[in-house]
């Protein structure tokens, strides 16, 4: 069964362009209900940890800087199929291959710089949503 939470970022970049008013419409638009959300800022030990699993990987030292660059806005949504769903609604990684009408396609710089975050399985929802938020701040703790 697939899980009814999925995390979102809004990256550095989109940020500082003042795109999270229109990320934000869209994914209400596509029907998620924000349950947590928080402006902050990742430290780069932050950043490190929570990309760990890409350690081995090229893009690994440029996405740590990246990320914790300037502010973020962390988010909890939900919905039923949450990853899918979200997955589907912000489109391709590289935005160069995103489909029209994604938040990737729209909002996003480059393939490093692709303007949000989604989680990619339901455990790592749960494991991301939890990195940024306790339980108790969430609007409906599960």
Do not use: W
Request: hydrophobic share 40%; glycine share 6%; net charge negative.
């Amino acid at each position: 069964m697939a899980g009814k939470i999925t995390l979102t970022m809004i990256k550095p970049g989109a940020f500082r362009k003042g795109h999270t008013g229109p990320i934000l419409n869209m994914i209400k638009e596509a029907g998620f209900r924000i349950i947590a959300m928080k402006l902050t800022k990742l430290s780069t030990k932050q950043a490190e940890e929570f990309y760990a699993i890409h350690r081995s990987k090229p893009f690994y030292n440029s996405l740590v800087d990246f990320m914790s660059s300037g502010p973020i806005i962390a988010a909890v949504l939900e919905k039923e199929s949450a990853v899918d769903d979200y997955r589907q609604l912000i489109g391709a990684t590289n935005p160069e291959n995103a489909e029209e009408g994604t938040i990737r396609k729209k909002y996003a710089e480059s393939l490093e710089m692709n303007a949000v975050h989604g989680s990619d399985s339901d455990e790592n929802a749960n494991l991301e949503a939890d990195f940024f938020f306790a339980k108790s701040e969430r609007t409906d703790c599960m």
